[in-house]
């Protein structure tokens, strides 16, 4: 197979990428970086073919799939991630997203209603008020970001799974998969038996408050056997399905399964 | 057709003179191809949430961004500990661990230290580790087994809990993971200098003899 080099003569094309990269805002570059995309951009752009650097990202994805595939195996259902005493909780708690706290959606809590789609009995749309009066439950956990940092916190709600029995969703689905009011629109698919574990809760309290705008308001998904950012927050719809919908951060190359 | 003659009964007549078999060339070089994807990604891992006041420079790190740094640290990891598991396991069953490593005393190793820092550490026979690498080697492959079990403990906190009861607790393993990653780097300035100031030590890993 033919392999170039260069896409201008004396042109290095990874300092190219390297440089067009720079004045990207930081979004888009990692979005342009993201799955492999960057040099068939590239390609398309330069009217050129570029071989050798997208069959490595092909090789790191198909190593993520199977890394995917590995961790469904070594998941325990019944596994609990660590409990913490209250004196243990981190304050403040840090807000984090990919924009500043400003632009966190900010969602009318007489206006919202939880959508819920796809494989379950009854497809009705939930208020808040419905929502709130479930059972709920507290759990301090360790948050754990992508990053590499962490924070312990309190959440109260609903666990997951006894939601998903109340609707009648078919619980052999492959995954439950959430969308929310981020900007950018928000999603991440979870699971089945990530979905059905104990400490998975759907979470309208955070430190013994009402959940605030920063953390999710008025809904997050709290994961404790996962990443983060399979943690949704804003959640406006669930939908029980089979196919793979992809989400925010696993379509830009984050591990999709991210279990800790 | 004399020089051929020569070299067989050279290999012939002195078995031993192999310092470094086929097993462990192989596997020293598969660990710092993966040992160097696995430190540089883990550089640009490091600098999406830094532990502390330092972040490392981007034109020595890999991945690009966070997510294209760890799609590389969870695919170098399986070279790095597959291989590391074969060479503990062939370490430890062909005694070269036992042979090449042991005994490693403590009067030994400061006579060593005082020889190497006099510049009078002899490097005339290879197949003999002295005491200062004796050391070095084995403190290097206890670093690596610690690397592995700190970062296993950061990638899987809720399932290998008791992992993660060894070190204490997640952000202390998280620490763990980056000091052994600085002894490594410590061992590799020093490990990279000594075998090119004895080259024929080089060439013993390449070549075998």
């Known amino acids: 197979m033919a392999k170039r080099s260069f896409l201008i003569p004396g042109v290095d094309k990874r300092l190219l990428i390297k440089d067009s990269l720079k004045v990207m805002p930081d979004v888009t570059r990692r979005r342009f970086i993201a799955g492999g995309a960057s040099l068939g951009a590239l390609t398309l752009l330069a009217g050129c073919d570029v071989v050798d650097s997208s069959s490595a990202d092909a090789l790191l994805a198909k190593v993520s799939k199977f890394n995917d595939a590995v961790q469904d195996l070594i998941f325990n259902p019944d596994a609990l991630a660590p409990t913490f005493a209250e004196s243990a909780i981190t304050k403040p708690f840090p807000f984090n997203a990919y924009y500043d706290l400003d632009d966190a959606p900010e969602v009318s809590a007489a206006d919202w209603k939880l959508e819920v789609r796809g494989l379950v009995d009854n497809k009705k749309s939930w208020t808040l008020d419905e929502l709130t009066k479930l059972p709920q439950f507290t759990q301090i956990t360790r948050h754990i970001c992508v990053e590499g940092w962490s924070a312990i916190g309190s959440w109260t709600g609903t666990p997951l799974r006894d939601f998903l029995k109340l609707v009648g969703a078919d619980t052999r689905a492959k995954y439950v998969w959430f969308q929310c009011a981020d900007k950018d629109g928000y999603n991440s698919p979870l699971d089945m038996r990530t979905a059905l574990h104990p400490q998975t809760q759907m979470t309208f309290k955070f430190g013994n408050e009402i959940l605030p705008r920063a953390y999710g308001f008025p809904m997050k998904i709290r994961v404790p056997t996962k990443l983060g950012f399979k943690n949704p927050k804003y959640v406006v719809s669930m939908e029980v399905t089979n196919d793979y919908k992809g989400g925010y951060w696993e379509d830009q190359g984050y591990n999709s399964f991210s279990g800790s | ?209």
Not at chain 2, 2 to 7: E, G, N, P, Y
Request: glycine share 8%; charged share 10%.
């Open chain 2, 1 to 209: 057709m004399s020089s051929l003659t020569v070299t067989e009964e050279h290999i012939s007549a002195k078995p031993g003179k192999v310092i470094q078999p086929a097993w462990v060339r192989v596997m020293h070089w598969t660990n710092a191809v993966a040992m160097i994807l696995m430190i540089m990604s883990g550089w640009q891992i490091y600098n999406a949430s830094p532990l502390f006041d330092f972040r490392f420079s981007h034109d020595i790190t890999l991945g690009g961004w966070l997510g294209g740094a760890l799609l590389w640290h969870f695919a170098a990891m399986w070279l790095l500990m597959v291989n590391g598991l074969a060479y503990l396991i062939t370490g430890f069953a062909s005694g070269r661990f036992r042979k090449k490593l042991f005994p490693i005393t403590p009067s030994g190793v400061l006579h060593d230290v005082r020889a190497a820092l006099t510049f009078k550490l002899g490097h005339d026979d290879l197949t003999v580790y002295n005491y200062v690498q004796r050391l070095l080697y084995a403190g290097i492959i206890v670093v690596g087994v610690l690397i592995v079990l700190s970062g296993l403990s950061i990638w899987k906190p809720v399932q290998l809990y008791y992992l993660v009861k060894l070190f204490g607790d997640y952000p202390t393993a998280r620490y763990v993971h980056f000091f052994c990653m600085a002894a490594i780097c410590a061992f590799l300035v020093i490990h990279v200098l000594l075998a090119l100031l004895v080259p024929k030590s080089l060439r013993a890993m390449i070549i075998g003899r």
